[in-house]
Structure formats: structure tokens, C-alpha cells
């Protein structure tokens, strides 16, 4: 039975080219305290554009309604739990929000004197302090975007300081069980990808490792806890194969929720890794971004780190750009200031006990999901459930129905779907990630939708094929949209 | 923990329905070699007010009250209030990248009405749904051209953004994508056409070039075009400066565009987060890199939006897949999309109409550097820049970017800008500081 929703009016809304008319207006500027200047004698006729074509005209008021409206046909965070896998959508204090907007440092310009930027520099620096504490590593560049960005920088790091030892190697080893942007990091660095498979209870194989594990590896990228949810519990004997042979290893940061103030990668034996800030540290997803996703790193790869890098220089923070064996930038300016600032308000806001029971509930709430339907789905690895659970679809598919079904039935029921299908490496998978800032009740309802859904699976499986069927919009053809992309609007002609 | 929803008596009641007695049956499986054995050393949790209080400290020894004439890249522009409105919605800052169609048709059609505003701002027929900023835009529009060419190499005027190249060559250095810089007139401040024609070969699948470039300079992008396509090659026009699009022509004749759309709402923020662009013609649609957004059909027949052509990304191409790039920007281009339609076609052009009045009345009669047009940058002689601007701090006036750093021949220069929230005032201060 659905308990966790109902159905209401949903406004509907024209795209905003179709509520555009000309004059229409919600800006007015301020008066010029200059004269003006007639742009074709100043540029040139032939470097003055004719009107943006196509281009909306809409008043203030229909501006806001516009926007307002098109929010109501998503789900959010504020809205309920996101099962999704390794995707980490826990609460987005708004405090956090309020502290980025703050005026000296949302108006500060990268290239305003060093004098008038300590303020942010110190924020940098205390970031990267704690960060540091977080993952037992050594220094730590917030210079990268995203996690993906992040990976890019770190495979980077890795290949510079082989070169610097004489041979940057062929090729890097990637778990089948990995994230998709591990491969194609690996290969935008220039590395051959090596996939080594798992053993069947969803970990790094020894065997297969040492085996794969030759002169010509750069690293091995492994995610840990891996993407089953599972700790690698021979993390520390697969980075000593990887060490004999000279190899580094590369850790991708995704289910570092997981571990926060528990266990550390660089105490595991990780010598390089990313984080995704925007998961484990609370920065809002944003409907696809902002991220941030620095790279914590050994001693041994610091000289290598992208510049500037802050310094300390009598009682004063500096920019040092003169770092000759750095891989030079990855993205201009310092990185994601702003997503940056949000991640310290929210260390802040926990402290160190405080991100340790995150990182505890996080994982109640993910053995919570697991004890509640392991009875009415198949579990094909029953390793120790850190924060997240996969299950199959195998009972269920018995019946016609796949996850992807499942997961669009759970949208009735008023939740988020969780992660379908992946990772590659379990057949049909349901990916599931509580994390620690949901309620008994809201884990409660959503463990009632799942079992409600076996049911309806066995009773009438065309009702969870055919879902969601309590959406605004059913399902899209996805297949239509690829065949013959439309990705903008023209007018009707 | 106020971010913490449960009380320990609930925490109890789920330990005990899990069959354990105690949190630490959760995690002390471990190896004990791996588990760490002390807190961490970070000092324990503080309430709200402690924490607006930290930033605020942080913030009073920022330029507070200070006027400022940098630019290269990063510009000061009035921020309509709505747009920190709709990015404050809960349904857009805490949603999920819109992979679940049926319930994010809010971000999704937001992304469909971005993509078609930077078409027409660009003079593009396809754009995506963001980049990480314009840096990074750069090396992924290389990348493309690679793809599509089919040639190896890329050429880009040492006009365009410093940083920018710097990006470019960290991300090409170990793909074998030599990467060529190209000069530019001292007389002009435009790209030297010479210097590309003795550089471009057949081998060059992208020549990359900035309008209005790094010194503000508008660039001759059509006759550029013709020289870059008379050898094969395609033509990337880079913009850092998205108010210009409001005034000067769009660089139709680029194969690639991309920039960087910080002008549009988005805060300065000590350097991010900001949104780039990309964008392309039709025919490339299935070369771009990152995240798209497509119109289709729902199960009834309505119109509806969807991530499409996701066969080009890393979670289904792995290792081919056209790019490793997996976040845009969703939110910041959200801030950009609310920008574009609260100025719409005509605030879009007043708006570049006052920053065009007031670089120029700026520039009136300062030793210009360069002699070609410039929309609201510009580059000016002053002797020694960094004695100038020490003196100009002390009237709480940032002055313009020393350019010596970038450009060793331009030691004695700098780089101005004037944007709509440039007083007059501190104009003229400036100006006197500079002719003194």
C-alpha cells in the first residue's frame, strides 16, 4: 500500500519561449554615470550583432512562476530518502548556503591581492587540513571540479612521479566491479585499461591481482568500501602486490561515507585518492553540479601536485606557483571556491566525534535496509553490509520483471528510485544508499514500498512494468530522443 | 546532531530489529589493522552561530569596500535577485542529476531552455548541458575536434586566457595532442593571422582562439575561419566574457564554441564554482562531450525531456567513451539560465551597451597598449603596474591584472575592466592614478 504520498494539482508550464513577448520585461538597469557610446564607432558595424534570435522577453512575475512551477515536477533531497548507490544523497544543511554568500567571500576575485584574500586562503588551508585528518594522507589539492575531474588529476599525479622514477609505465588496473569514470580516466591519461575481475564474493581476487600485476601497471584504481558496499578487507595485501612491482594505488573516493573517522585509505596503504564533496561532505548535487573532487595524496607525490599551492610565509598565506615537477593546472583559478566553503561549514558543524557517528548511522541505516528485505529479495553477496546494499532482481525476474521496473515502481510509492544495474559485476543489481540523515520512519516507509513492490511483483507484475503510473510525466521515450536528438527549441514553422 | 534525525532510542530499536547490541558491531569486523583507533583531531561541532560567526572573521580580511578594474575572466556583474531565489528551491539544489525522467522534468526543462538560450547567444545549433567551467571547456573542445578530424595536433593564440592554455596542456600533455601557441600583433593585440598560416598544417585538427581575447581585443573570427578552413582544420572561438554576446557578434563561423558563463549570475567566489559551455554544430552532436538533454514523448503523447545520447559517456562507453566527464554544473547553469531570461534580448544588449560606455569612458585617455576595438577589457601602459596598484590600494581601489606573470614583453602593462557596477567615481580616481 502506498503510505508516503498522495496525488495533487501540478501546474503546468510553456517553455520560456512561448510565454515571450517583445517588450516584455523583468530587469530595469541602473542609470548611466558615463556617456554612452554608439557600439558600430567604436567596434566596427561588422562586429555588432543584429537582435539575439529567438531569444525570450518575459516580465518578472511570470519569470518566478515560470521557475516555481517547473520545481514542483521534481524530487529533491527535501522531499525524502534517495536509495540511489554510491551516490551519497544525504541532507544539505542550509546553513552552508547561507556562509558561501557571505559578502567578502562570495565577491572575492582569484586575482585580487593576496592581502585582501586571507581570508579565503585560510578557509583553504583549514580545509585541506581536515581533510587530510579525514583520510590519513599526507597533502591534498582542492584544485579539481568533481570526483571524475579529481580522478583525472590523481592517474596524472601517478603517471608524473613514474616518469619521474624513469618509465610513466603502460597500463592501469581497473576492478570490474568500478565506476565507468575509472576506465575513462585511465584512458584520457594515456594508460591501457587491464579490467581484473572479482571474486565471488564481490572482492579484489589476490590471485587475479598478483597475476595482472606486472612491471608495466601504473596502479591499480580501486573503490573501497567496493561498489557492493563491501570493505576490501585484503586492501592492505593488495597494495603490497602493487608496491613490490613499483605500482601505485589509486583510490576512488565515492563510499568514503563509509569510512569517515572508522578507517583511513591512507592508513590501508592508498597513495593516492579523490573525493567527491558533494557526497560525503554534504555539498548540494544541484540537480547534476557543482561538485569539487580534491585528490589527497603521499608524501611521495606532493612535489607533483597541480600549482599554486598555499604557503605560509611569516604569518601570512601566500600562492606558490614555482613548483617545477607539477603537473601543472587541471582547471583555472584555485578550484570550486564556493562548494569548497560549504564542505568546511559542514566539518565544522559535526567535528570530529560528530563525523563518526554520521558515518555509524549511515551504516545502521544501510544493515536497516538489508535486514528488511533480504527476506523478499535475492542478496548475491552477504559480506558485511558497510553503507550500502546490493541486491538482485533474480526472484523477481522470474516473474518478467527487472530492476529497472522495480526502481520506476518505487517512484509511486514516493521515493527516489535507487541504482539499477549497477555495478556490472551482479546480474539485474539494485543499488541501495541510505546514508545517515534519514529518519526510522522515512527508512520504515521505504522498506514497506520495497516489500509492497515484491508483492505486487507476484500479484500483478504488469502494474510494476507499466509504472510509475502517479507521476506527472509516465514514462519518456528515451529511445525516440536519441534516435533524432531535439536539444533545442525553435520556433513552430 | 542536528543533522543527525534520530533519538537513541530509535537507534536502539533499529539495532536491535538488525539483530546487533551495539553501534560497533556495525564496523569492528574490520581488520584491526585498518581501523583507526583514536578520533579524529578536529575540533568538535559547533553551533550555527559559531559557524556564520567563522566565515564572517573569514570574510572581514577579504576586499571588503573595495573598487575594482580586474576582469581576465572572472567579472563583476549585477546578480538579479531571482536568481538566488530559484537556486535556493529545494527542488533544484538538493535533486539529483536528472537520470529519472519522469520525476526531474523541472532540471530537465531547465537544461532545455540553457542549451537553446547558449545556441542563440553563440550562433551554435547544438549546445550541452555544461561544462566545469571555461578552462576545462577548452581541452574537451580539442579533444572533439581530434575526434571529428581525425589529425592530431592543435594550435591555440597565445590570446587566449593564460590559464586556460595552461589547462589545455595538462590535459593533452600524455594523449600525443601536441599542442602549438601562436602569437599575436603588438600593434593590435589581435592574433597574429602570419604566424597561424606558417603554423597550421595538415596535421592541425583544431586552432583555438578567444573573442574578445585575454587582453579584451576583439579578434577577426571571419577571416580566421577561412584561413583555419582552407587547411581542414576546425575553428574553437573561446569566450570568457559572456556580457559581450549581448553586443558583438556571435562567432557563427566556429566549428566549436566555448566559454565561460560566470558573467550570467554567477558569483565571483574567490574563482568557482562557475559554468562552461559547449557548444557545436548539428553535424558533431555525437562527438560532444558531457551531459545532453533531448526532447521527446511521454506514454501519453506529451511532450517531456530526457539525458540523452548517453552512449557517448563514460558509464556506458567506459574506457571510449568521448570524455571521462560525468558532472555538469546543473545548479550554476541554473543561475545562468534565470540571467538570461530575467535580461532576455533586449537587458542582454543594455546591459553590454553600459559595459561598452563604461570601459570606454574608462579608457578615454589612457595609453592604450593595443589598438583594436574591445568591448570591456583593455590593456594600458603604466609603468611599473605593481608600484601603481599599491598606491590605488591605499584609496581602497583594486586596480587592473599585471600582466608580466602571463606575458613577460607586457611587464610594463595591465589589464582594466569596467562592467555595469563600475562607478564613475573610482573611474576617475584611476585615471588620474595612472596618468600621474
Known sequence: ?493 | MRYLPKSESERQEMLASCGLTSLSELYNYLPAEVLLQRPLEIPAGKSEYDIVDYFKQQASQMANGYASFLGAGVYNHFRPVLCDVVVSRGEFLTSYTPYQAEISQGTLTTIFEFQTMVCQLTGMEVANASMYDGSTAVPEAAMMAIRITGRDSVLVAKTVHPEYRQVLQTYTLHQGIPVTEFGYDGETGQLDLVALEAAINEKTAAVIVQSPNFFGCLENVKQVAELVHSNGALLVVVFTEAAALGLIQPPTDADIVVGELQSFAISPSYGGPFAGIIATKEKFIRQIPGRLVGETLDANGNRAYCLTLATREQHIRREKATSNICTNQALVALMATVFMSVYGKQGLRELAEQNLAKAHYLAADLPARFKAPFFNEFVVRTGDPEALNKKLLKKKIIGGLPLGQFYPELADCMLLCATEMTKRKPMDELRKAVQA
Open chain 1, 1 to 493: 500500500m502506498i503510505k508516503k504520498v498522495r496525488r495533487h494539482i501540478v501546474q503546468e508550464e510553456p517553455l520560456l519561449f512561448e510565454i515571450s513577448s517583445p517588450g516584455k520585461k523583468a530587469y530595469q538597469l541602473p542609470d548611466l554615470d558615463v556617456p554612452a557610446v554608439d557600439a558600430a564607432s567604436v567596434l566596427g558595424s561588422e562586429q555588432v550583432r543584429s537582435e539575439i534570435e529567438g531569444f525570450p522577453e518575459i516580465s518578472e512575475v511570470e519569470n518566478i512562476r515560470h521557475y516555481t512551477r517547473l520545481s514542483t515536477w521534481n524530487y529533491a533531497i527535501d522531499l525524502g530518502l534517495y536509495p540511489l548507490g554510491s551516490c551519497t544523497m544525504k541532507y544539505n544543511p542550509r546553513i552552508n548556503e547561507v556562509v558561501a554568500r557571505t559578502e567578502g567571500l562570495a565577491w572575492a576575485h582569484p586575482y585580487q591581492p593576496e592581502e585582501l584574500s586571507q581570508g579565503a586562503m585560510q578557509i583553504l588551508a583549514i580545509l585541506e587540513q581536515y581533510l587530510c585528518e579525514c583520510t590519513g594522507m599526507d597533502a591534498i589539492t582542492l584544485q579539481p571540479a568533481a570526483g571524475a575531474h579529481g580522478e583525472m588529476t590523481g592517474i596524472l599525479l601517478i603517471r608524473k612521479y613514474l616518469e619521474s622514477k624513469g618509465n610513466p609505465r603502460k597500463k592501469v588496473l581497473v576492478p570490474d566491479s568500478a565506476h565507468g569514470t575509472n576506465p575513462a580516466t585511465a584512458a584520457m591519461v594515456g594508460y591501457d585499461v587491464v579490467s581484473v575481475k572479482s571474486n565471488d564474493h564481490g572482492m579484489i581476487d589476490l590471485a587475479a591481482l598478483e597475476a595482472a600485476t606486472d612491471k608495466d601497471v601504473a596502479a591499480l584504481m580501486v573503490t573501497n568500501p567496493n561498489t557492493i558496499g563491501v570493505f576490501e578487507r585484503d586492501i592492505v595485501k593488495a597494495a603490497a602486490i602493487l608496491h613490490a612491482k613499483g605500482a601505485q594505488m589509486y583510490m576512488d573516493g565515492a563510499n568514503m561515507n563509509a569510512l569517515v573517522g572508522i578507517s583511513r585509505p591512507g592508513d590501508f596503504g592508498i597513495d593516492v585518492m579523490h573525493m567527491n564533496l558533494h557526497k560525503t561532505f554534504s555539498t548540494p548535487h544541484g540537480g547534476g553540479g557543482p561538485g569539487a573532487g580534491p585528490v589527497a595524496i603521499k608524501k611521495h607525490l606532493e612535489p607533483f601536485l597541480p600549482v599554486p599551492r598555499l604557503k605560509r610565509v611569516r604569518n601570512s598565506w601566500k600562492w606558490d606557483h614555482n613548483k617545477p615537477k607539477s603537473i601543472g593546472k587541471v582547471r583555472a583559478f584555485y578550484g570550486n571556491f564556493g562548494v569548497l566553503v560549504r564542505a568546511l561549514a559542514y566539518i565544522m558543524a559535526h567535528g570530529g566525534p560528530g563525523l563518526r557517528n554520521a558515518t555509524v548511522d549511515a551504516l545502521l541505516n544501510a544493515q536497516f535496509i538489508r535486514k528488511g528485505l533480504e527476506p523478499y529479495f535475492e542478496l548475491p553477496v552477504t559480506e558485511p553490509t558497510m553503507h550500502e546494499v546490493v541486491f538482485s532482481h533474480d526472484r523477481q525476474e522470474k516473474f518478467g520483471v527487472k530492476t529497472g521496473d522495480m526502481a520506476k515502481r518505487l517512484i509511486d510509492y514516493g521515493f527516489h528510485a535507487y541504482t539499477t544495474s549497477f555495478p556490472m559485476i551482479v546480474h539485474g543489481a539494485m543499488m541501495m544508499e541510505p546514508t545517515e540523515t534519514e529518519s526510522k520512519r522515512e527508512l520504515e516507509l521505504f522498506v514497506d514500498a520495497m516489500i509492497s513492490i515484491a508483492k505486487e511483483v507476484e500479484e500483478d507484475p504488469q502494474l510494476v512494468i507499466k509504472a510509475p503510473h502517479l507521476t506527472r510525466t509516465p514514462r519518456v521515450d528515451e529511445t525516440a530522443a536519441a534516435r533524432k536528438p531535439i536539444v533545442r527549441w525553435k520556433p513552430a514553422s
